[in-house]
T-cell receptor, first 113, second 115 residues
Framework: DAGVTQSPTHLIKTRGQQVTLRCSPK?????VSWYQQALGQGPQFIFQ???????QRGNFPDRFSGHQFPNYSSELNVNALLLGDSALYLC????????????FGPGTRLLVL | AQKVTQAQTEISVVEKEDVTLDCVYE???????LFWYKQPPSGELVFLIR??????QNEISGRYSWNFQKSTSSFNFTITASQVVDSAVYFC????????????FGAGTRLTVKP
């Protein structure tokens, strides 16, 4: 039973560029949430997708956008990258019927130079 | 306001010692969920436990135990007879209906278990 997978594992970009991160949920899960974890801090909620729609959003600017596909996988897009966007980006999946219990992937480490 | 406080930034113990990680939370909801996650150096958050606000029973799972006390808004985590493999950052998190169930994490406690 595959857990949550994310790609790529590491990424280096420069300021102003755009980046796309990918996530495949745990088998059987229909809901995907994205979190940003800056160094030395706890994860912060970005948004959650269910039925291909953004259902909830945290306190992040519109530069952060996402998408969910019919197979429940998801993408996180960040435009006009800033140095402060450097972080570990975590994807978590769950069942909408039990969305409080989330299982996390290994994350994508993004470095913006 | 919804908030999770983990006052202990770092803890260092010697193998076989018991260690307790503190978690204090704030919420205006009566229905909420509390979680503990472990984050080893690889970065993946590993789910340890979920507790809902209506269940104040303490829980034990092997060397791990959790003490939930609504009266003090605390959800503390104890590792008995710690092992080197327990070294990680541990996060306490809160999810409540007022905030549409998005999960709020504490800042984490880095536990180092020395041989």
């Amino acid at each position: 039973d595959a857990g949550v997978t994310q790609s790529p594992t590491h990424l280096i970009k420069t300021r102003g560029q755009q980046v796309t991160l990918r996530c495949s949920p745990k088998s059987g899960h229909d809901t995907v949430s994205w979190y940003q974890q800056a160094l030395g801090q706890g994860p912060q909620f970005i948004f959650q997708y269910y039925e291909e729609e953004e259902r909830q959003r945290g306190n992040f600017p519109d530069r952060f956008s996402g998408h969910q596909f019919p197979n429940y996988s998801s993408e996180l897009n960040v435009n006009a990258l800033l140095l402060g966007d450097s972080a570990l980006y975590l994807c978590a999946s769950s069942l909408m019927a039990d969305k409080e219990t989330q299982y996390f992937g290994p994350g994508t480490r993004l470095l913006v130079l | 306001a919804q908030k999770v406080t983990q006052a202990q930034t770092e803890i260092s113990v010697v193998e076989k010692e018991d260690v307790t990680l503190d978690c204090v939370y704030e919420t205006r909801d009566t229905t909420y969920y509390l979680f503990w996650y472990k984050q080893p150096p690889s970065g993946e958050l590993v789910f340890l436990i979920r507790r809902n606000s209506f269940d104040e029973q303490n829980e034990i799972s092997g060397r791990y135990s959790w003490n939930f006390q609504k009266s003090t808004s605390s959800f503390n985590f104890t590792i008995t007879a710690s092992q080197v493999v327990d070294s990680a950052v541990y996060f306490c998190a809160l999810s409540d209906e007022y905030n549409n169930n998005d999960m709020r994490f504490g800042a984490g406690t880095r536990l180092t278990v020395k041989p």
